[in-house]
């Protein structure tokens, strides 16, 4: 996962040249806010975009007292996910933006580091990209990472890392931003602070030091470098936090809804507690209900969460506790807990320090209860300090291919006792309508992971396809010595219109990524060969389909991950021997045995 030296060359000849650097493939233009040149609004991603349930998402107007009051985006017909996405042009008018290099003596980042507290978003909707950053800005680990260096380039060249489609891809931009005399949320310091000399303050986000209030550039950076991967900075209006937190880490991530039939919140709150412990990064979201504005909150948002706490009052009562923060900068929950709420002087003891600014800055504290309210979701990624992680090219089958295995299968050896997350990684619809590198029609296929033992038996299973947002990820135990099989199937269809758009390929690529939090491991990869493996991978997908995760569970995240199991009723088994699945990609698939 460490960026090449021939990467981190390239970065520093550029970085330390005597010439300003000018990225000509995401240049201060037109086509880099919004994906095309002329003033034309941009073309929809989609003409009917599809949420995270994989179903039809429906039209909806904001109403609301900010400057998106009536306009139209995308969400979810349910409101069980919080698919969020605009409909329409961009998030600013291209006529009140201009790019410009900020002064050479503002820093990419301070002495102080690296801070949730650091960012305010600015007028892109990517509130979601932003509550992810945030949280993976609170480990420095995980920040630092993202950076080639982090001293200012002379000639404004920036090296950048970020984890895209499976694999860890090294991003250079230049130094020019979009800048604007309207910036939204005026109120903040953020957004009132100029940073050019004629007085114009950054469209997008903003970034300062939360101790000294001096403007840098390691956030407005980092989200040119995630637009440029895109296409556009159009391409990242609206998304999952989940996909941002992957794009960041490279770890494995999941979502927990508080909808979904077996939720239980008070396992939620026991393993929000452990989650905090271990450090992973974690967000949350609301849906879109207008009366959360009555209470400080935001509809159809994503905030981040950067702590949990139990207080104790005179009384001997304990309130379960959620510290948020709003990317936006302002904006907070004026409910019981909040930073003027008097429930604080009956406080007499705390889990944690409880800190509070009593000023608009867009982090709160909650109370449990309301925060299931108010929410509908937390996100949580998987990222270890010390993990041990790698990722794998494979390929889908021909269409006509009768062996519906991927190019490659894995062979897996445990030198620890570890949790094991692997992952199908196919590439990403984002930015199709305007990115080089693939085809507007393209559309991703259908993937199914299953792991066995050395007996065969089935550890682990996911049937729900790679083509949802949090990418197809299955879970399995691993004990020391042990060794596992993995298979990739492909029961459904295959991708659509794969590869570039000046490209005609057969073949259509995808990642398996292999993540384990607490031990090493070692991945032998094969090519699938039907002489030698076809009675094998055979038998293992009808076990799986027949499979069951025990009752008890092995590892405190195994029952975020049990929702990949297919369900019971959705596998059947009749009396001519032919076992049938649901797969989220393309419905029923019948297997015979």
Same mark, same amino acid.
């Given at each position: 996962?460490?960026?090449?030296?021939?990467?981190?060359?390239?970065?520093?000849?550029?970085?330390?040249?005597?010439?300003?650097?000018?990225?000509?493939?995401?240049?201060?233009?037109?086509?880099?806010?919004?994906?095309?040149?002329?003033?034309?609004? +941009?073309?929809?991603?989609?003409?009917?975009?599809?949420?995270?349930?994989?179903?039809?998402?429906?039209?909806?107007?904001?109403?609301?007292?900010?400057?998106?009051?009536?306009?139209?985006?995308?969400?979810?017909?349910?409101?069980?996910?919080?698919?969020?996405?605009?409909?329409?042009?961009?998030?600013?008018?291209?006529?009140?933006?201009?790019?410009?290099?900020?002064?050479?003596?503002?820093?990419?980042?301070?002495?102080?580091?690296?801070?949730?507290?650091?960012?305010?978003?600015?007028?892109?909707?990517?509130?979601?990209?932003?509550?992810?950053?945030?949280?993976?800005?609170?480990?420095?680990?995980?920040?630092?990472?993202?950076?080639?260096?982090?001293?200012?380039?002379?000639?404004?060249?920036?090296?950048?890392?970020?984890?895209?489609?499976?694999?860890?891809?090294?991003?250079?931009?230049?130094?020019? &931003?979009?800048?604007?005399?309207?910036?939204?949320?005026?109120?903040?310091?953020?957004?009132?602070?100029?940073?050019?000399?004629?007085?114009?303050?950054?469209?997008?986000?903003?970034?300062?030091?939360?101790?000294? $209030?001096?403007?840098?550039?390691?956030?407005?950076?980092?989200?040119?470098?995630?637009?440029?991967?895109?296409?556009?900075?159009?391409? *990242?209006?609206?998304?999952? *936090?989940?996909?941002?937190?992957?794009?960041?880490?490279?770890?494995?991530?999941?979502?927990? !809804? %508080?909808?979904?039939?077996?939720?239980?919140?008070?396992?939620?709150?026991?393993?929000?507690?452990?989650?905090?412990?271990?450090?992973?990064?974690?967000?949350?979201?609301? !849906?879109?209900?207008?009366?959360?504005?009555?209470?400080?909150?935001?509809?159809?948002?994503?905030?981040?969460?950067?702590?949990?706490?139990?207080?104790?009052?005179?009384?001997?009562?304990?309130?379960?506790?959620?510290? *948020?923060?709003?990317?936006?900068?302002?904006?907070?929950?004026?409910?019981?807990?909040?930073?003027?709420?008097?429930?604080?002087?009956?406080?007499?003891?705390?889990?944690?320090?409880?800190?509070?600014?009593?000023?608009?800055? $867009?982090?709160?504290?909650?109370?449990?209860?309301?925060?299931?309210?108010?929410?509908?979701?937390?996100?949580?990624?998987?990222?270890?300090?010390?993990?041990?992680?790698?990722?794998?090219?494979?390929?889908?089958?021909?269409?006509?291919?009768?062996?519906?295995?991927?190019?490659?299968?894995?062979?897996?050896?445990?030198?620890?006792?570890?949790?094991?997350?692997?992952?199908? &990684?196919?590439?990403?619809?984002?930015?199709? %309508?305007?990115?080089?590198?693939?085809?507007?029609? =393209?559309?991703?296929? !259908?993937?199914?992971?299953?792991?066995?033992?050395?007996?065969?038996?089935?550890?682990?299973?996911?049937?729900?396809?790679?083509?949802?947002?949090?990418?197809?990820?299955?879970?399995?135990?691993?004990?020391?010595?042990?060794? &596992?099989?993995? =298979?990739?199937?492909?029961?459904?269809?295959?991708?659509?219109?794969?590869?570039?758009?000046?490209?005609?390929?057969?073949?259509?690529?995808?990642?398996?990524?292999? =993540?384990?939090?607490?031990?090493?491991?070692?991945?032998?990869?094969?090519?699938?060969?039907?002489?030698?493996?076809?009675?094998?991978?055979? +038998?293992?997908?009808?076990?799986?389909?027949?499979?069951?995760?025990?009752?008890?569970?092995?590892?405190?995240?195994?029952?975020?991950?049990?929702?990949?199991?297919?369900?019971?009723?959705?596998?059947?088994?009749?009396?001519?021997?032919?076992?049938?699945?649901?797969?989220?990609?393309?419905? *029923?698939?019948?297997?015979?045995?």
């Amino acid at each position: 996962d460490a960026a090449p030296a021939a990467d981190a060359a390239r970065c520093a000849a550029l970085a330390g040249a005597r010439e300003p650097y000018v990225d000509d493939a995401f240049p201060a233009a037109a086509a880099s806010l919004v994906g095309e040149a002329d003033e034309a609004p +941009a073309p929809a991603p989609a003409a009917h975009p599809f949420c995270a349930c994989k179903a039809l998402a429906v039209t909806d107007v904001v109403k609301s007292t900010t400057p998106n009051d009536g306009r139209s985006y995308w969400r979810c017909a349910t409101r069980r996910c919080g698919f969020f996405a605009w409909a329409g042009d961009g998030p600013r008018k291209r006529s009140q933006l201009a790019w410009a290099r900020l002064d050479s003596t503002v820093a990419v980042v301070t002495d102080y580091g690296f801070s949730a507290n650091d960012l305010a978003q600015g007028g892109l909707g990517d509130c979601w990209f932003l509550s992810a950053l945030s949280v993976v800005a609170e480990r420095h680990d995980l920040v630092a990472k993202l950076f080639l260096d982090t001293a200012r380039a002379a000639s404004g060249c920036q090296g950048l890392r970020l984890f895209m489609d499976g694999a860890w891809t090294t991003i250079l931009v230049d130094d020019q &931003l979009p800048v604007t005399s309207k910036p939204r949320r005026e109120n903040t310091a953020a957004a009132a602070a100029p940073v050019t000399a004629g007085g114009l303050s950054l469209a997008y986000v903003r970034s300062r030091c939360a101790t000294t $209030g001096a403007t840098t550039l390691w956030a407005p950076l980092l989200e040119k470098a995630y637009a440029k991967a895109h296409g556009s900075f159009k391409s *990242i209006s609206g998304g999952q *936090i989940a996909e941002a937190l992957l794009d960041l880490t490279g770890a494995p991530t999941f979502c927990v !809804d %508080f909808a979904a039939q077996n939720f239980d919140s008070e396992r939620l709150w026991r393993s929000l507690e452990r989650w905090r412990a271990r450090r992973f990064p974690m967000g949350c979201a609301t !849906d879109p209900q207008p009366d959360l504005r009555e209470v400080g909150l935001c509809g159809s948002h994503a905030y981040s969460i950067t702590d949990v706490a139990t207080v104790v009052d005179a009384a001997g009562a304990a309130t379960r506790l959620l510290r *948020i923060r709003n990317p936006h900068g302002v904006g907070e929950w004026t409910g019981d807990w909040s930073d003027s709420s008097a429930k604080w002087a009956d406080v007499v003891s705390s889990s944690r320090g409880n800190e509070r600014t009593g000023v608009n800055d $867009g982090t709160f504290w909650i109370d449990f209860t309301h925060f299931l309210m108010g929410f509908s979701r937390v996100d949580v990624c998987v990222a270890a300090e010390k993990p041990r992680a790698a990722s794998f090219r494979n390929a889908f089958p021909a269409k006509k291919e009768p062996w519906r295995v991927a190019r490659k299968i894995y062979d897996v050896a445990f030198e620890g006792d570890t949790d094991l997350f692997v992952t199908a &990684l196919q590439p990403t619809q984002r930015g199709t %309508f305007c990115r080089g590198d693939r085809k507007v029609s =393209y559309r991703p296929g !259908d993937l199914q992971l299953v792991a066995v033992d050395e007996t065969g038996r089935v550890v682990a299973a996911c049937f729900r396809g790679a083509d949802c947002f949090d990418r197809g990820a299955t879970f399995c135990r691993g004990a020391r010595g042990a060794r &596992l099989r993995v =298979y990739v199937y492909a029961l459904g269809a295959n991708p659509d219109a794969a590869g570039a758009k000046k490209e005609r390929t057969a073949e259509a690529p995808f990642h398996v990524r292999f =993540y384990a939090p607490d031990a090493a491991f070692e991945v032998a990869e094969a090519d699938f060969d039907a002489a030698a493996h076809g009675a094998s991978a055979l +038998a293992a997908l009808h076990g799986a389909l027949r499979w069951r995760r025990p009752g008890a569970f092995a590892s405190e995240l195994e029952p975020y991950f049990s929702q990949a199991e297919p369900a019971r009723s959705d596998v059947a088994t009749g009396a001519a021997g032919v076992a049938c699945a649901l797969t989220m990609g393309d419905g *029923i698939v019948a297997v015979t045995v």
